[in-house]
């Protein structure tokens, strides 16, 4: 198996700010980038789901890497999202993750796929023969159990350059234990949409959670005083984020709109512009955004004062 360089902690996938014509915002994408730094992060993935990836062209996914790339600077490490049902774009964007340099490139299990082993096993070779840059594969099933662990093996086995799972399952806390005693302390295993059972996670021994990029104060917050054997406080600030997390956690729509405009109010990008069809503020669900909004703002003054 490949070795890799990802850190435990917090992997956060970069919300794309766009402008209000719908336009890439790079200037706002640069600041979340520098905030995400500045307030704990240990990495990013960029781009994926939360970063609106299925509306954005396969020109600005590259422009998008290659500028996260020159704005990280190798300060913490970076996740190519390289996912498609398409094994022809997965390889472009594995080369792209081997261009800049990227510590490891993640492509997701296409759903049609959890149902024909034999595709899965063709599909993810043809794409880790494309370089050896370290590869992750995101088990995302929203309603599912994913992958079972006999064709993990299989994987492992297949592709020498695999190195851990994103499981994004039902449930998936008992299925982080399971993986870490079939396949080791070597294999990388993060979380990421349920984050709402992240001490759970913890507990469990995961390496990484891999959210969105609003929260990464609060996050790293738990996270440091969790690991320095402050699991008593940890868990007190995470029972305080949990009602923001049940909010933005509903479905993924949810969840962009809310998160980016948490950017806005904490003047970390300047518009909550989405590209993602299908959501609309009303005069009910943005009272109690705002409302949640200012919750986190004070939790994360806490957290701050805390640290400093």
């Not at 043809?126 to 599912?144: C, F, H, M, R, Y």
């Not at 923001?244 to 003047?267: D, M, P």
Request: net charge negative.
């Amino acid at each position: 198996m490949a070795e890799h360089q990802l850190k435990r902690g917090i992997i956060s996938v970069l919300q794309t700010p766009f402008c209000p014509a719908g336009a890439v915002d790079f200037d706002s994408f640069e600041q979340l980038v520098g905030d995400a730094i500045r307030t704990g992060v240990d990495g990013f993935l960029v781009p994926a789901v939360a970063s609106e990836v299925e509306y954005l062209t396969a020109e600005e996914r590259e422009e998008i890497v290659r500028r996260v790339a020159q704005w990280v600077d190798r300060r913490v490490p970076l996740v190519v999202g390289a996912s498609s049902d398409e094994v022809g774009v997965c390889q472009s964007f594995a080369r792209v993750a081997e261009d800049v340099d990227a510590e490891a490139y993640l492509v997701a299990v296409p759903a049609e796929l959890y149902v024909d082993e034999e595709g899965l096993l063709a599909f993810f070779t043809k794409i880790a023969s494309t370089n050896e840059v370290p590869l992750l594969i995101q088990d995302l099933q929203w309603n599912g159990p994913g992958l079972d662990l006999d064709t993990v093996a299989r994987l492992k086995e297949a592709l020498p350059t695999l190195i851990g799972l994103k499981i994004e399952t039902v449930p998936a806390g008992p299925k982080y234990t399971a993986v870490r005693e079939r396949f080791g302390e070597k294999f990388f295993i993060a979380g990421g949409w349920a984050v709402p059972q992240w001490i759970e996670a913890l507990d469990r021994g995961i390496d990484a959670m891999i959210p969105e990029s609003a929260m990464i104060g609060v996050y790293a917050g738990i996270y440091a005083h969790y690991q320095s054997g402050g699991r008593e406080v940890a868990i007190d600030w995470f029972r305080r984020l949990l009602p923001i997390l049940t909010y933005s956690n509903q479905e993924i729509g949810t969840s962009i709109a809310f998160f980016k405009r948490l950017l806005v109010r904490r003047g970390v990008i300047q518009h909550d512009t989405m590209r993602m069809p299908g959501f609309a503020w009303d005069e009910y669900n943005s009272r109690v955004a705002e409302e949640l909004i200012s919750l986190y703002l004070e939790l994360e003054n806490e957290i701050t004062d805390n640290l400093s």
